[in-house]
């Protein structure tokens, strides 16, 4: 695909009116980095390049800047997620508690390790540095929830509820 | 108008010293030839704080500080060096080398390098660490430079200096805690990076043979950075 297709094919994009909303409303001020990536996440669901060069481009902000926003925080992904998303706490509290087992199981039943989705697209797997949750150790954000005191049976249930479609 | 900044006395190591009040506390001892071991810091690019090894202790502070990121107080005390002190940077110096591959015997930067410098001068002799071995690529795909992430320490100098002295910035660091990189761009090719100017600037600040010229063999790469300080200065009267 040509550049210029890929452009205008942006531009027709609905989604791309809230990245571009987010944009205005800090009036496309280098200091929208983040708050634009934000919106990006939330109508794309990830950040590809091409969306990181646009915003690049729209707030006057370095390309390797970007990218480096974008992969220090752990809300942001590069890759599209699957139909579900686990997000495992490996903050200090909740890796003591037992988080470490929990991703041991993540890589035994189901191959996954951090920040991949599974082939059929069903399960992405990512972590956290800390939720801010530390007393419900060891925590997880079953898509958008957080769950408390989580086992690798308690997610596994989880997990398998989701793939009989009963939640 | 410009400030007026107002001469500050202190003591270093036991030695009276002044100072002005916009000083770190590194470039007041580096004024009066007191050594403090640094690595990310260089002179004509901003202070980082990163590489911790100028840590100091400040009477009355309950942590050490870092020299070059202080500034200077009236009636301060430092000490330079301590016992402490000097665990601490032999600590921070064992954990570089276990996080990346430096193999001397094998590196374009060999004898004239600031780590393995470092390494030498505080005495490092061994690393109780296990070392990581982590697969690091090399990315040779500019025309003149060389960028081996095997032996890059991320002091953050090249990000630095292609950010506030060349005015490109090309490179920043990627990612966090142990899967941080220097990248080129978003995370492209160095040959193809349509921002870089080829100026070399991170090349020659570069502390190790992380970043070096194409064509060295071991032990030839000599970095070459007197002209960033009078860099800084000619374009900060522009």
């Known amino acids: ?167 | 108008m410009k400030k007026v900044s107002q001469i500050q006395t202190l003591i270093i190591d036991g030695k009276e010293v002044g100072g002005k009040s916009d000083e770190s506390i590194l470039q007041v001892a580096k004024e009066n030839d007191i050594f403090i071991p640094t690595l990310c810091y260089l002179e004509g690019l901003s202070d980082y704080g990163g590489c911790r090894m100028c840590i100091v202790e400040v009477k009355g502070m309950p942590r050490l500080v870092p020299a070059c990121t202080t500034l200077i107080r009236e009636g301060m005390e430092v000490t330079t060096n301590s016992e402490k002190i000097h665990n601490y940077r032999l600590s921070i110096l064992a954990l570089l080398f276990t996080e990346r591959n430096h193999i001397c015997s094998a590196c374009v930067s060999n004898g004239h390098c600031e780590l393995q410098t470092l390494a030498l001068k505080l005495g490092l002799t061994h690393v109780e660490f296990p070392y990581i071995f982590p697969k690091m690529p090399v990315d040779a795909t500019h025309d003149r430079f060389i960028a081996d992430h095997n032996r890059c320490v991320l002091c953050g100098r090249c990000v630095r200096a292609c950010h506030e002295v060349e005015g490109a910035h090309t490179k920043d660091i990627m990612g966090r805690g142990i899967t941080s990189r220097v990248i080129t761009d978003l995370k492209e090719s160095w040959g193809s990076s349509k921002t870089c100017t080829s100026c070399g600037k991170c090349v020659h600040v570069c502390p190790t043979g992380a970043l070096t010229e194409k064509g060295k063999s071991v032990a030839e790469m000599e970095k070459r950075r007197q002209f960033l300080p009078y860099l800084k200065l000619m374009r900060e009267r522009r």
């Not at chain 1, 094919?9 to 791309?16: C, F, G, I």
């Not at chain 1, 956290?128 to 530390?134: D, F, K, P, S, V």
């Open chain 1, 1 to 167: 695909m040509s550049k210029e297709i890929k452009q205008t094919s942006l531009k027709e994009d609905r989604r791309l009116r809230m990245v571009d909303r987010t944009m205005r409303i800090y009036g496309n001020e280098p200091h929208a980095l983040i708050e634009t990536l934000h919106a990006v996440q939330e109508s794309y669901g990830f950040i590809d390049t091409d969306l990181m060069q646009y915003v690049a481009e729209k707030l006057g902000v370095p390309l390797s800047k970007v990218y480096g926003v974008a992969t220090f925080y752990h809300f942001f992904t590069l890759k599209p997620q699957g139909e579900h998303t686990c997000v495992v706490c490996t903050g200090t509290a909740c890796y003591i508690s037992g988080a470490k087992a929990i991703m041991d199981d993540f890589a035994k039943k189901y191959d996954l390790l951090p920040g991949e989705t599974t082939k059929d697209n069903k399960l992405s797997l990512l972590t956290a540095r800390c939720l801010g949750a530390c007393g419900l150790a060891p925590a997880i954000v079953f898509d958008g929830v957080v769950a408390g005191k989580q086992t690798p049976e308690t997610v596994s249930n989880t997990i398998e509820r989701w793939f009989k479609n009963e939640l």
